[in-house]
């Protein structure tokens, strides 16, 4: 988990800027840790900014001089409205299209107007938080993404200190279960995702079986607007077919740009001006082959991306 910025624009920034008044100041001020907080909770820049807008409203009704600490009230309310949004956002997922994955956020190269700083949780964590009930994923976050201690979550989830405890061991044993303990470094990452994509954009069936795993997995999100599998693909002999089938066309469509996507190293694809899709590979620890491709192409999910000015792709 690394401190970083993203390359997505917050709509309302510019607005409360405007406003020149010292509730707008220091919501401002404490902004960005409010949508890093938010935005690991749910997994989608969209719903971030609503609850973002929900906390500004319920800031500036109150008298802020009653406040005796505004960024413990501003991280509470964001917080409890961020868990109302999960339980909805879970219901709708049930109706959601083939896979569903998180809404990748780049965190390099960031603008000065950059909607995401402080902690950010990689693609494939957020996919395993997925599994865990709202108030757990909501300790989870809290806990070990951004230090909190239990007295502090308790006081944020009007819950008791030992009730958080128990949700804080029950949302680390599930994570530690699917998710390897050991991670590698970005450039050991980096390296394999450059790699890993020359040989699928170009068909290199000998290179592909050597460095994907004999049980590789392929989760692609496409969310209904492209044509994607709908389950999960398993086993190095059918991705190397899909590639083979695919990469060609793909490789003279579209170009790509190795960057930091969620904290760690991805890929951005884009084609006629626009973002395509974002790639980001889980190696397994035991050998550094490639485990797990994330791939996002829902078009929905990539409106937040800005292009890169000059991408590298061939």
Do not use: C
Not at 246 to 253: E, I, V
């Amino acid at each position: 988990m690394n401190s970083t910025d993203s390359t997505s624009a917050a709509p309302e920034r510019n607005t409360l800027r405007a406003l020149d008044d010292p509730a707008t100041a220091t919501f401002d001020a404490h902004r960005d840790l409010l949508f890093s907080l938010v935005y690991n909770m749910l997994g989608t820049v969209a719903d971030t900014e609503d609850v973002l807008q929900d906390t500004w409203l319920s800031w500036a009704s109150v008298r802020q001089v009653d406040i005796v600490n505004a960024r413990a009230y501003l991280v509470r309310i964001a917080v409890n409205r961020a868990l109302r949004s999960l339980r909805e956002s879970q219901a709708r997922r049930e109706k959601y299209v083939g896979i569903w994955l998180p809404e990748p956020v780049v965190t390099e190269r960031q603008t000065e107007d950059s909607a995401l700083r402080g902690e950010s949780v990689s693609l494939a964590m957020m996919v395993v938080l997925e599994t865990l009930s709202p108030l757990e994923r909501a300790v989870f976050v809290l806990r070990e993404a951004f230090g909190y201690d239990y007295i502090e979550i308790a006081t944020i989830l009007d819950r008791t200190g030992d009730a958080v405890r128990q949700l804080a061991h029950r949302a680390r044993k599930r994570v530690q279960g699917r998710q390897p303990r050991y991670r590698f470094e970005s450039k050991v990452v980096r390296d394999a995702t450059e790699r890993f994509m020359d040989a699928a954009l170009g068909a290199d069936v000998g290179t592909l079986m050597e460095i994907l795993a004999p049980d590789v997995q392929l989760w692609s999100d496409g969310g209904g607007k492209l044509r994607t599998a709908l389950r999960v693909i398993v086993g190095r002999d059918k991705f190397v077919r899909l590639a083979a089938a695919t990469g060609p066309r793909l490789s003279a469509g579209l170009t790509h740009q190795y960057l930091e996507v969620n904290g760690a190293p991805a890929v951005l694809l884009s084609g006629q001006n626009r973002p395509w899709g974002v790639v980001a590979l889980e190696l397994r620890p035991s050998d550094g082959r490639v485990q797990t491709i994330y791939n996002v192409i829902n078009p929905d999910k990539l409106e937040s991306i800005i292009l890169p000015a000059q991408p590298d792709g061939p």
